[in-house]
Structure formats: structure tokens, C-alpha cells
């Protein structure tokens, strides 16, 4: 009876040993968005609106970040993500066999711990366009939202102005410029964008949420002379 019950607690403690050792091994298997390594703690959302360079992935110091089978695909926000490392080249190659590099960046001392950065690819294949944001900005007060605006419309050359609620927020935003933020009530608002010193609405965001101490960005892409899937467009990011 003694050997049978030694028995059963020796099989138990494996059991246990066992699970201890695996357990790591799955949790760290599923997360493409883990914790950055201690001290780092910078979240990068990468936004591809090339509409003909294709899927890309990122490579950090020549090793690959973004999970195996998912680039980054035009017109999709995949979200913010912690970076492992910020050790240089930044690297983009397509998603292909080839991994061909398309863009590379050579500096991350404008990276500080513990923020929120948004990098948006714009542009031709032939000639990309980086556009670099900072998404970490004072909190709004009480009551209020914070929101701005990138333009990241190639065709949008000569300006382009933003009304909430048929009000004047962003005037003349030139193409590969962001402005600051501003402070809006909460609330629901219609956004629309015009380009600057005409009533043509080129895009209407009828039904935008402002809450409470939360920031956003408003970015556009696409061109104004296409009517296909690189047609001119906009989005919205949530940055706090």
C-alpha cells in the first residue's frame, strides 16, 4: 500500500516538473506582441500606404520582428507592437522569396522608453515616403479627447483641411506633414476632409467617438485620381 502510495506522489511531482517546463515554452510561443526587454518598453505600429510595394515585413538589426505570415499590408493598422531591440538597421523587405529590401531607416535615437511611435511607408514603390510620429503627447483635460492629423496622401499636394462637425480643426495640412494635437469635448463627431480652399468633401468619417483622456491620430493616403484600391482614403488610429 506504502510503495503504491509512494507511487502516486512520484508520478504527481513529475507530472508538476513537467508542466513547470513546458508552461514558458507555450506562453512564449503565441505572443508576437510580447513585453519589450526590460527598460525598453517602446510600442511601433507600422502603417503600409504604398499601394504597390506590397506586403513588407521589419527586420531589426537583420532579424526578423514581425510574426512569420503576417507582413505589413496596405491599408491595414495591425496595431502597436513592443520592439526587441533598437539596434540599427530598421530594415523593410518585401514579403517575398526574394526579401527584397525597399526602405531602411539608420537612426532610433529619436526612441525614448516607455512611448509610442507610428511609422507610416507612403509613396510609389519607386519612391517611398517614410512619415515618423511621436503617439505619446500630455494627457487632455477632463472631459476632452485629444486628435490630429497626418497627411500621407501623395496626391494631396497643395493642402488639405479636416472640419469636425463643420467646424475649421486642421487648415493646409501639406502632404508628409502631422500637426499637433487638439483638444475636443467628447463626444460624436463627423469628420471631413476637403482639400484646402474647396467644399469638395474627398472623405467623410460620419460617426468618430471622442472619450474621455484618449488620443487619436487621423491620417489619410491614397490618391485623389484613383478610383480602384488606391483610391484616396482615410483612417483612424486610437494612440492612448
Keep these: 500500500m506504502a510503495a503504491k502510495h509512494q507511487y502516486k506522489i512520484f508520478n504527481w511531482l513529475s507530472l508538476f516538473l513537467v508542466g513547470m517546463l513546458i508552461t514558458p515554452f507555450i506562453s512564449s510561443c503565441g505572443k508576437q506582441n510580447g513585453a519589450s526587454p526590460k527598460g525598453l518598453n517602446i510600442q511601433y505600429n507600422v502603417i503600409n500606404l504604398s499601394p504597390d510595394m506590397g506586403p513588407v515585413n521589419l527586420f531589426i538589426n537583420f532579424i526578423q520582428v514581425n510574426a512569420a505570415g503576417n507582413p505589413f499590408v496596405f491599408g491595414v493598422d495591425g496595431g502597436y507592437f513592443y520592439l526587441p531591440s533598437v539596434a540599427v538597421p530598421f530594415q523593410f523587405r518585401l514579403a517575398n522569396t526574394a526579401a527584397t529590401p525597399v526602405l531602411a531607416l539608420n537612426r532610433t535615437d529619436d526612441l525614448k522608453s516607455g512611448a509610442k511611435y507610428t511609422l507610416f511607408i507612403t509613396g510609389s ?39 469636425a462637425n463643420d467646424t475649421l480643426a486642421f487648415s493646409q495640412v501639406a502632404y508628409k506633414s502631422q500637426t499637433k494635437y487638439v483638444e475636443l469635448p467628447v463626444g460624436n463627431y463627423d469628420l471631413k476632409i476637403t482639400t484646402t480652399g474647396s467644399t469638395n468633401v474627398l472623405n467623410d468619417q460620419p460617426s468618430v467617438l471622442i472619450q474621455d483622456g484618449r488620443l487619436y491620430t487621423l491620417y489619410t493616403y491614397g490618391y485623389t485620381s484613383r478610383a480602384d484600391s488606391a483610391a484616396f482614403n482615410a483612417a483612424i488610429i486610437t494612440n492612448r
Design 125 to 163: 514603390y519607386s519612391s517611398l515616403t517614410p512619415i515618423f510620429t511621436v503617439d505619446t503627447d500630455f494627457a487632455p483635460t477632463t472631459g476632452r479627447g485629444k486628435l490630429r492629423f497626418v497627411n500621407a496622401s501623395p496626391s494631396a499636394i497643395g493642402g488639405l483641411d479636416v472640419y
